[in-house]
């Protein structure tokens, strides 16, 4: 089984040694926690260590806040790199599925990497819960078919202890990493965990971490 490295300090280490390439990871947390910084940071290292091509779509963020998260870091991407990296806002004035531009985008471009954020944000542009399931079985699917390894992130309330919103997400991936981001007193801490790593031994603890100029550094020693 080949591995990706994240470029998160101590997170390899948690996941068991690394992102397995081809998988399709859930990324869960609150808002503020720091999802779209680590699909980032996971995005650059893929960029800069293995020279894979990525797909950044966005149904939230506009392209320029996600170009930041690029630059504002230690680890941004330099001209070249960048030719590497394809930003996409969806616009559902377009009328074209979200599959359809996945599809398009990811043999055209020859996509290695595929980052989708987030969940939250797909749910607002389909009718009925069947129609999202529907829609992540179709991005599954083509995700595997052309053997891209992926992230979606998805948004769950700061006091919620539950790992999906919909019931089925979490079925559909190989792999689940929960951020927390909690007012504990008169501080917020972080936190975070890997739920499920289908096929590999992983760390199951809570390890608190931050984010600053270096992007996210987990710590070495965890709350439980």
């Known amino acids: 089984m080949e591995l990706l490295k994240t470029g998160i300090q101590n997170l390899d280490k948690i996941l068991g040694g690394g992102v397995p390439k081809g998988s399709l990871m859930l990324l869960v947390g609150p808002t503020g926690s720091g999802k779209s910084v680590l699909s980032s940071q996971f995005v650059a290292s893929c960029i800069s260590n293995y020279n894979l091509r990525c797909l950044y779509l966005s149904f939230e963020e506009h392209t320029d806040t996600l170009e930041k998260n690029f630059d504002n870091f230690s680890w941004k991407l330099d001209k070249p790199q960048k030719e590497k990296l394809k930003i996409i806002k969806y616009n559902p004035y377009e009328f074209s599925a979200v599959s359809d531009i996945l599809s398009r985008t990811i043999k055209k471009d020859n996509i290695d990497i595929v980052i989708i954020d987030s969940l939250t944000g797909l749910e607002l542009y389909v009718a009925e819960p069947k129609d999202l399931k529907n829609n992540l079985i179709d991005i599954q699917h083509i995700l595997k078919e052309n053997g891209c390894t992926a992230i979606i992130t998805s948004q769950i309330a700061s006091d919620s202890y539950s790992m999906n919103r919909l019931g089925f997400e979490e079925?559909?991936?190989?792999?689940?990493?929960?951020?927390?981001?909690?007012?504990?007193?008169?501080?917020?801490?972080?936190?975070?965990s890997v739920w499920k790593m289908r096929n590999m031994k992983h760390d199951s603890d809570i390890y608190p971490y931050t984010i600053g100029k270096e992007g996210i550094k987990i710590h070495q020693k965890s709350i439980r």
């Open 171 to 192: 079925a559909l991936s190989d792999g689940v990493i929960m951020m927390y981001y909690k007012n504990i007193k008169v501080e917020h801490m972080r936190g975070i």
